[in-house]
Each structure stands twice: as structure tokens, then as C-alpha cells.
């Protein structure tokens, strides 16, 4: 490696970590999938089992309607809900559910198949401002302080993008000074980036429809990029220009999604969908991607994404409509089966403490141990009395699960962590 190239080495791997840090701080869950959008939670503490009659429950709060997750920074909790004619961003306190401060934004999202007209995509906080991503395919910055709206940029209507099936659903990501957002429009405007600062335009890449998949970052050769999984591909890209470095066909026409995000683990890459799409492991290299394997058989899950723990991959297979749905413990380089277990409905995961936390649609958390050998459950109660379809979020101690019923539902604190 010569001088130049170790020097874009280091500033690679510096802006990325930078970028990260922007949204991380330990004990939060600032943005969908957690800290690094991986499932794993930070520097928690959890109860080793929980009680007979389920964990204390510390707060509810009503919310509308939306398939938003809640997120967590410095002790203050975001929720995203649609009431009548607006969507809602609201900050309430971590300990206590007391409202700290609420923005209004005009909602115009009409649905068609799904009867439910909140916003689907969960919020993303930066060190000073709260991103979210409305149904309607229209982006918003709030101050984290104020709750004053910073700007906003319907960028569905400016790039004339489709409602797809049930609205914009791909949460965006932020990197650097930018965000990412799978827009789906057209003339060459699938994916589009914005500033962080002012929502400027900067850059649009690929003719490809929107997905329900939210992006990830990953570092190939030295080298932060962004992956998404568009509705017909997954895709690699230059996030400081939108330079497309390779992709592949990901997805199927016709009456199908991708929704799971892309899963990185180290330098592979997993993708994975139903409807006979599958899953695939590949291997990142600088300038092209090596196949590694590909089956429908391993673990092909519908709208939740996969957790890797060590040398493991652990989710939901099967679609969450039709079934039938196996909780699966898989071998990550080899896509072998290690065992599944059925019972369980299509279920959220979060790795923390060396245990797994599943949340399934109908509202049960479970507690089982990362065991490859066998399922080893631990506990399990019931945290919603209606379906559950937001993300749950994890945060110094506490499990926040919000219902997603047809007229929305409440957002449930619990406590599980043994020094909350």
C-alpha cells in the first residue's frame, strides 16, 4: 500500500467512526436497529431472568398511528405517530414518559392496502437535530432542543416517486454531513442525498423503485460506503457522491417487498427476503463482490432483520402473512441450519448482555440465551395486548415496545436492566 493509499485508508476509517459517534453515545438507541444499525445494544446491563409475572412496567403512553419505533438520546425518548391531519414527532423523558416537547408536521399520506396512515420509518438523531421521514415521502429536520421544525423537503413529490404498497418505509441514514434516503424516484433519483444542515440536494443515483429496507454503512478497502436493498437490488455506493461502486439483483416483481435491512459482518454482507427471493452472503472486495452462498432454504425472513452473534445469524424465516414462521439459529458461512423453533410470530431482535431479546407481532418478548447448539429461552411475558410491528428500541435498562393495533396504540416502558 503506497502513501496516498494509506492516508485514504485512515481518513476513511476516521470519517466513518466520526459519522457513528454523531449518533451513538453509549446506553442510546438513536436510530433503527440500534446504535450501528445492527441489532446489538451498548453497555447494558440486564436482569439475568425476568420475574414470573413479567418485568415492571414503568410508564404508557397513547400514541396514533404509524409503524414508527421509538428512539432513545441522553435520556430522551422520540416517538413518530400520525393524529388527524398531522404527523407528530414527540420527546418524552426516558424514566417517566412526561412530554418534553412536540412538532407538528402536515400529513397527506393516503393508504390502499394497509388501512393504516402513520409514518412507518423511525427517527434518527444527530448530536442536534431529530430526522425523520414521513409516509408521504416527505424528510424533516427538528431541533433536538426546541422541537422547532429546521427544514423540510417532500422529496417524493420533488423526484415523483409512488406510495408503493404502504407508504415511504426505508428509514434513511445520516453519514457525515448528509442523509441518505432510498426515495425511489425517477429520472435516476432511486437514491438521493441531502445536507444534514439545510436539506440541500447534493446527489441521486440508480432507477430504482423504494424498498421497506433501511440502509446500512459499512468500510471496504479503507473506505466508507453506504448499502442499500432497493425493490430489485441491493445496491453499494459512494455516500460523498452516489458513485455506484457494484450491486446485484436483490427482490422480485409483482406483489412483493424487501423490508429486512442489509445485515455486515466484517467484510460479508447478508441480504435477505421472502417470496422466493432467499438469502445471500457475499464477500466485499475493493472492486467487485464475491459470492459465497445463496438459498431460499436458510433464512429468508419478511419484514424484520436478523442479528449476527459471533460466527451466527439469528431470525425470524418465513413470511409474517401466510407462515408458516421458524425462529432460526444459522451458521452465517455456510447458511447452515442450526435449529429453529417454531411458535413464534415474526419477531424484532436486539443482542445486549449476551443475551437475545425477541419481540414478536403479537406482542410477546422473549429471552433466550445466543446458543447455536439449541433453543434456550429464559423468560417471556407479554408486552403488548395488540400486534406489534415498530421496531422495539433498548436504552440503559429500559425496553420500550410500541403497539401498532389498526387505530394505533401505546408505547410501553419497561424495566429489564438491573441498575436502570
Keep these: 500500500m503506497n ?7 485512515i481518513l476513511g476509517m476516521l470519517v466513518l467512526l466520526a459519522s457513528l459517534a454523531s449518533v451513538a453515545r453509549a446506553g442510546d438507541w438513536p436510530q433503527i436497529l ?23 412496567k414503568v410508564w404508557q ?7 414508527a419505533g421509538p428512539v432513545v438520546a441522553d ?34 399520506y393516503r393508504p390502499s392496502i394497509n388501512p393504516d396512515d402513520g409514518p412507518r420509518c423511525v427517527p434518527i438523531v444527530t448530536d442536534d437535530a431529530v430526522i425523520v421521514y414521513g409516509a408521504a415521502g416527505v424528510l424533516h429536520s427538528v431541533d433536538r432542543k426546541t422541537g422547532k421544525l429546521r427544514w423540510s423537503d417532500d422529496l417524493a413529490g ?9 407508504g415511504a418505509g426505508s428509514t434513511p441514514i445520516v453519514f457525515d454531513k448528509s442523509v441518505l434516503v432510498n426515495v425511489g424516484g425517477q429520472g435516476g433519483a432511486g437514491i438521493v442525498s441531502v445536507g444534514l444542515e439545510k436539506g440541500e440536494f447534493k446527489w441521486k443515483a440508480v432507477d430504482d423503485a423504494a424498498s421497506y429496507s433501511s440502509p446500512v454503512m459499512t468500510t471496504i478497502a479503507g473506505r466508507p460506503y453506504a448499502v442499500f436493498i432497493t425493490r430489485l437490488q441491493t445496491v453499494v455506493i459512494d455516500p460523498f457522491n452516489g458513485n455506484v461502486l457494484y450491486g446485484f439483483p436483490f427482490g422480485a416483481r409483482g406483489p412483493t417487498v424487501n423490508a429486512a435491512s442489509p445485515v455486515i459482518s466484517g467484510d460479508k454482507l447478508f441480504v435477505t427476503a421472502c417470496y422466493g427471493v432467499g438469502a445471500r452472503l457475499v464477500e466485499l472486495e475493493k472492486t467487485k463482490f464475491k ?9 429468508s425472513c ?23 414462521r421458524e425462529l432460526r439459529c444459522v451458521e452465517l458461512a455456510t447458511g447452515k441450519v442450526m435449529w429453529s423453533e417454531r411458535g413464534i410470530g415474526t419477531a424484532h431482535l436486539i443482542y445486549a448482555d449476551g443475551k437475545l431479546i ?21 423468560s417471556r411475558f407479554r408486552a403488548s395486548t395488540d400486534i406489534v410491528r415498530a421496531p422495539p428500541a433498548l436504552s440503559n435498562g429500559y425496553l420500550l415496545v410500541r403497539e401498532t393495533g389498526l387505530l394505533g396504540g401505546p408505547v410501553r416502558c419497561y424495566q429489564i436492566g438491573k441498575n436502570p
Design 61 to 67: 403512553k397513547e400514541l396514533g398511528s404509524g409503524f
Design 302 to 324: 419478511h419484514y424484520t432483520t436478523p442479528v449476527v452473534v459471533g460466527d451466527y445469524i439469528y431470525g425470524v424465516n418465513g413470511r409474517d402473512d401466510i407462515g408458516p
Design 291 to 299: 459470492p459465497i452462498w445463496a438459498n431460499d432454504t436458510s433464512l
Design 75 to 108: 435520556g430522551v425518548v422520540y416517538l413518530f405517530y400520525r393524529e388527524g391531519p398531522s404527523e407528530i414527532l414527540e420527546a418524552v423523558d426516558l424514566k417517566t414518559g412526561k412530554k418534553v416537547w412536540a412538532c407538528d408536521m402536515p400529513a397527506t
Design 158 to 166: 420533488k423526484f415523483g416517486a409512488s406510495d408503493g404498497y404502504f
Design 358 to 378: 425477541a419481540v414478536d407481532n403479537e406482542g410477546t418478548a422473549i429471552l433466550f440465551r445466543p446458543d447455536p447448539t439449541k433453543y434456550d429461552e429464559i
Design 34 to 56: 440500534g446504535p450501528n444499525r445492527n441489532g446489538h445494544a451498548e453497555n447494558e446491563s440486564l436482569l439475568d431472568k425476568w420475574p414470573d409475572q413479567g418485568p415492571k
Design 3 to 9: 502513501a496516498p493509499q494509506f492516508r485514504w485508508k
